[in-house]
Nanobody, 129 residues
Framework: VQLQASGGGLVQPGGSLRLSCEAF????????IGWFRQAPGKEREGVSC????????YYTDSVKGRFTTSRDNSRNTVYLQMSSLDLEDTAVYYC???????????????????????WGKGTLVTVSS
């Protein structure tokens, strides 16, 4: 199981970025995916988690209305569209998953990053003027 997050970069406050989490070596459909982030000096936190079929999505309060998670099965990819970015969104962003046979409520998944089994390398998002 291999995941790769990409799409990070430098953006001004108020700007937008779209992160991608691509799966390699397996079909992503049916796997729960979580987006997590870790800012310097802070603990890793769950940003958004999506169910295996995409029908259930959780967002942490600080990103609600600004971030959108979606799945593209044809590209074996999950996206995190981020808009109205602010300084507090600066962090390394990771995508992660649990084994397909393990199903958690998406909110619980996001609130327990230690339960995620497979992690992609992070992608850095820097919000700065």
């Amino acid at each position: 199981v291999q995941l790769q997050a990409s799409g990070g970069g430098l953006v001004q406050p108020g700007g937008s970025l779209r992160l991608s989490c691509e799966a390699f070596g397996f079909t992503l459909y049916g796997w729960q995916i979580g987006w997590f982030r870790q800012a310097p000096g802070k603990e890793r936190e769950g940003v958004s988690c999506v169910s295996g079929d995409g029908g259930d999505i959780y967002y942490t309060d600080s990103v609600k209305g600004r971030f959108t998670t979606s799945r593209d099965n044809s590209r074996n990819t999950v996206y995190l569209q981020m808009s109205s970015l602010d300084l507090e969104d600066t962090a390394v962003y990771y995508c992660a998953t649990v084994p397909r046979t393990v199903v958690h409520p998406v909110e619980a998944l996001c609130k327990n990053w230690r339960a995620m089994r497979y992690w992609g390398k992070g992608t850095l998002v820097t919000v700065s003027s």
